[in-house]
């Protein structure tokens, strides 16, 4: 939250630059991408150039009580999103495409802290704890992530899942193989 909108802006930028030309999302043909909130890296570049792409781009429907997160295929960005819940955009009323998990080549993981590990500090909710092992062997999880994001230690619990690669606007740390 300490980085000006202009600077989350620009490294943002520079991150998404770098997923956009990895062999990870080159070799993806479906993806599920978080939308941004508040301060965290930006995604609608690359849900937009995605998209444009042909691939097949899915965001998160957060189904709170359930504590859930379900896959939505999106067609046209921004247009189909409405806030959802605690306000972060998600696909609105009639636009609803449930996708199944085990679908999904790659999933862009947001989170507050990450480590050279790969492991993440998230939220606080477990949502993507519980959705990453949905998905199929093979598939790889990235973290966009600030450089100030990245600790020595974010301390796992036995639940918290890991992501397979860190990107930074300075490094790619691949954590774990894919």
């Known amino acids: 939250m300490a980085l000006s909108p202009d600077l989350v802006k620009e490294k943002s930028r520079i991150i998404v630059d770098r997923i956009l030309s990895s062999p ?14 508040r301060n965290e890296v930006q995604t609608g570049s690359l849900i937009a150039r995605a998209l444009e792409e042909g691939k097949k781009v899915c965001v998160p429907i957060t189904d709170v009580k ?13 247009d189909e999103l409405a806030p959802g819940a605690w306000g972060i955009l998600e696909p609105g009323p009639g636009f609803v ?12 993981v947001p989170g507050v802290a990450f480590d050279p590990g ?4 998230g939220y606080g909710g477990g949502f993507y704890d519980r959705f990453l092992p949905r998905t199929r062997p093979g598939t790889v999880f990235v973290a966009p992530a600030f450089e100030v994001q990245v600790v020595e230690d ?14 930074t606007e300075t490094r790619i740390i691949t954590a774990r193989c894919c």
């Open 24 to 37: 990870f999302y080159l070799k993806a043909q479906s993806l599920m991408v978080y939308v941004d909130f």
């Open 66 to 78: 359930g504590k859930k997160l379900t896959p939505s295929r999106l067609l046209a960005y921004p």
């Open 97 to 108: 495409r449930p996708v199944d998990p085990g679908d999904m080549d790659l999933v862009v």
């Open 118 to 121: 790969g492991n993440r500090l």
């Open 154 to 167: 974010v301390f796992p619990g036995p639940h918290d899942v890991p992501v397979h690669i860190v990107v």
